[in-house]
């Protein structure tokens, strides 16, 4: 059975950073992409980054670049997203999102909630 | 970046009757990747349709996707309280990847 489990959300301050994990088990996680897609307190869904199963290929959106980094460790079936300079309208549920071998996504996890604010 | 639109913001129906919803991309996919979500509240989305218009494993023939290039539906027939929830639409054809604004789905 497919899991994925984040973790490492909480309140940070305007300006502070963060670092989420994602924990993923019953797939063989070095073949598959992985992403983050959050969803603002009564809002709608938003994608935020992606990274290829061997880890050399990232993407973004706009509202994230330069500030977070995606990365992954295939040895311990982890995905991170490194958050920096974190403002208010950051603040989401984020989740951890597998992508299927026909690139849509297709397991999602339950998400770990990061609220921005002082 | 692909702008997805859905219509209607909100759809009210009663049990047993049919919803149609829109999902209008602002460029062509050119390879129909195009996804349905549903989601319930405090829970995580959950995978409907792949590819406009196949549907993912467990999920009831009565959900059904259709559409290509920029135009794209999701229709369910014989509507059970169940199915009452913010529907995405969602495209992995170019990168960035993006989501619709989504739709509500509510009892009449």
């Known amino acids: 059975e497919v899991q994925l489990v984040e973790s490492g959300g909480g309140l940070v301050q305007p300006g502070g950073s963060l670092r989420l994990s994602c924990s993923a088990s019953?797939?063989?996680?070095?073949?598959?992409?992985m992403h983050w897609v959050r969803q603002a307190p009564g809002k709608g869904l938003e994608y935020v980054s992606g990274i290829i199963s061997h880890g050399d290929g990232t993407s973004y959106a706009d509202s994230v670049k330069g500030r977070f980094t995606i990365s992954r460790d295939n040895s311990k079936n982890m995905m991170y997203l490194q958050m920096t300079s974190l403002r208010t309208d950051d603040t989401a549920m984020f989740y951890c999102?597998?992508?299927?071998?026909?690139?849509?996504?297709?397991?999602w996890g339950q998400g770990t909630l990061v609220t921005v604010s002082s | 970046e692909i702008v997805l639109t859905q219509s209607p913001g909100t759809l009210s129906l009663s049990l047993g009757e049919s919803a149609t919803l829109s999902c209008r991309a602002s460029q062509s996919l050119s390879r129909s990747y195009l996804a349905w979500y549903q989601q319930k509240p405090g829970q995580a989305p959950r995978l409907l349709i792949y590819?406009?218009?196949s549907r993912a494993t467990g999920i009831p023939d009565r959900f059904s996707g259709s559409g290509s290039e920029t135009d794209f539906t999701l229709s369910i027939s014989r509507l059970e309280p169940e199915d009452f929830a913010v529907y995405y639409c969602?495209?992995?054809?170019?990168?960035?990847?993006?989501f619709g604004q989504g739709t509500k789905l509510e009892i009449k």
């Open positions: 969602h495209q992995y054809d170019k990168s960035p990847r993006t």
């Open positions: 590819g406009a218009s």
């Open positions: 999102v597998k992508t299927s071998n026909l690139y849509f996504l297709d397991y």
């Open positions: 019953g797939f063989t996680f070095s073949t598959y992409d």
